[in-house]
Structures are given as structure tokens and as C-alpha cells.
């Protein structure tokens, strides 16, 4: 399936979730997820280039490509209708409506073309989404199947937290779980195998001693 039933199990627990947290939402992430904006310099898309967000939320990723990329064309699908509402509100209010694409659809089995008219993307990004998808995996091999060649897939994530004290550990798994975010301390190791699956050329960086983890991968043209 490409859309998402409003009704379906996924899409309603995040709306349940997001309907009030929505209108604080970036005011209160843009403290702890860490490393989004420098996923966003480097992406570095081609002019004429797309750029597709999995679990775009609010929109705040794809505004601040789409303005620091003027030559590309963004897309974003999110699973929530709630969170699709304040995108829709924020792109609108950004004058980037001509240039940025929303759909409501399952990270897992999303279809580009029906969604959005494309079979593949440039560049593709998935930001502190994963740990929010129960199949993080299939949501991740989905993500690698719509890079097009010579494109490139972009990550970033809560890490392993293998370098932080344990203290301070406790307390943030305790509050990620608060909001249904699982760290997948595999991600690195997942990558690097789904990489060497599918043929692409790829890597993964941890930040703040592994507070997050960024990977990269990039499909032969």
C-alpha cells in the first residue's frame, strides 16, 4: 500500500501522540536530536536534484533543505495525518508549497510513483525516524530501494550511547520511552550489512560518543 488508512494501528498511535505534541514539537526536539543539521549540509544534492523525507513530521527538515538547496524538489511522507497538518501549515507559511510535496504513507511499503510521480530520489533522508518504526528494517531497505543511481541515502539516529556515562543513559532511555523511541543499537551493524547486500557504497559516523549514529550510503550510477 502506498497511503495510510487513518484508521490503521501505526498512523493511530502517532496521531494519538502527536495531536497536541505537534504545535511544540520542534521547540522542544531541537534540544536533544542532535546531528539533523548537519545531515542537512552535507546532502549536497544535485541542481535539479530531489530530495525525499521518510518520517518528515512538522517539515522542519525539508523547509530548511529546501531553503538551503533553492534548485531542488523536496517530498516527505510521514505516517501521521496529525503531524502532515503542521507540515502542510509550516511550508505554507514558508512560501515553499511549489517546491515541497507532502503524502500520508507507511515508511515500509510506500510507492513512489503513486505517491509522488517518481520511482526514485536523489537524495534520500530518514532522521530520527527508525527508532520510531517497530520494522525499522524494512522501513530501512525501503528507504535504500527508492535512492536512485548515483543517489544517495542519509541517516541519523539515536546511537549505541556506548561512550555516555550510565546514569545519564538511564534517564534518557527512560524518556525516549515516554514517547514510543527505541535507540536501535544496531543500526551501524544493520547498514553496513544491507549495503553489502544491495552493492552500494556506504558508512555510518557516531556523534557524542555515540549519542547518535549518522550513515551514508550511495548507490552506483
Known sequence: MSAVDSGS??????????????????????????????????LKPPPGGTVLEIGCGTGRNLIKIA?????????????????????????AKAGLADRITLAQA????????????????????VSYALSMIPPWREALAQAMRVVAPG????????????????????????WLALFHVTPRKDLEAVVTDLCAETGVIGGTTRLFGGYSVQAVATRPA
Request: glycine content about 8%; proline content about 4%; aromatic content about 12%.
Open 9 to 42: 494501528e501505526a498512523a493511530g498511535l502517532m496521531d494519538r501522540m502527536y495531536r497536541f505534541q505537534r504545535h511544540i514539537y520542534d521547540a522542544t526536539r531541537k534540544f536533544y536530536l542532535l546531528g539533523r543539521d548537519g545531515l542537512i549540509a552535507e
Open 106 to 125: 507507511d515508511a515500509t511499503s510506500f510507492d513512489p510513483q503513486a505517491l509522488f510521480g517518481r520511482t526514485g530520489f536523489e537524495r534520500v533522508v
Open 67 to 91: 531553503q538551503r538547496y533553492p534548485h531542488t524538489l523536496c517530498y516527505g511522507l510521514d505516517v501521521s495525518e496529525e503531524m502532515l497538518r503542521t507540515a502542510r501549515e509550516q511550508v
Open 151 to 174: 543517489g544517495s541515502l542519509h541517516i541519523v539516529d539515536f546511537g549505541d550511547q556506548a561512550h555516555l556515562p550510565a546514569p545519564f543513559r538511564a534517564v534518557l532511555n527512560r
